[in-house]
């Protein structure tokens, strides 16, 4: 279910704002840094501006790629932290979709958020709405969705724990 136009108009002016407050500032920012160490302002040469663009484009991308593809997803997390389960699974559920309309996000978020996650924005979603399912115990829907985490990535350690854990409580209450 993707967000209501309104919502998408306003994620998209934010972003733009990020955008020209990054760019007003990573430029001053720069040839601060370069009077710092001893580079006089008139012997800065076309490469350093452009090197400064440079710089500008990847923060106004990763700030305004924040905006947009975590905005949802911290929302949940919040709600999974306040213990307001039934709520955190609505926002992971709607963060799936979001992700799934958006494929290019979960691919590159590491690129665009400029992060090393281990894992791709849709397992990590997947492995925390496991988690809230299984504290409002529903075992059996938990288990499904950290199968479908595996099924992506075999080698997923969080999946692989949590089902795990999930064996034993139902060991314990067998």
Do not use: K
């Amino acid at each position: 279910m993707a967000p209501p136009a309104e919502i998408r108009s306003a994620r998209g002016r934010r972003a733009v704002r990020s955008a020209i407050v990054t760019t007003v500032i990573a430029i001053p920012l720069l040839l601060a840094a370069l009077r710092l160490v001893g580079v006089p302002a008139q012997t800065v040469t076309p490469g350093v501006w452009i090197y400064a663009g440079v710089l500008s484009v990847a923060l106004t991308i990763t700030l305004g790629s924040r905006l947009i593809l975590l905005r949802d997803f911290e929302q949940a997390m919040a709600a999974l932290q306040r213990e307001e389960y039934e709520a955190a699974i609505v926002g992971f559920a709607q963060y799936l979709d979001f992700l799934a309309a958006n494929p290019f996000f979960d691919e590159w978020h590491w690129l665009l958020l400029l992060t090393a996650d281990r894992y791709p924005l849709s397992e990590m979603t997947l492995c925390n709405l496991g988690y809230a399912h299984a504290q409002i115990g529903d075992l059996g829907r938990a288990r499904s969705i950290y199968n479908r985490v595996l099924a992506a990535n075999p080698v997923n350690d969080i999946a692989r724990a949590a089902l795990n854990a999930i064996d034993e409580l139902e060991a314990d209450y067998a």
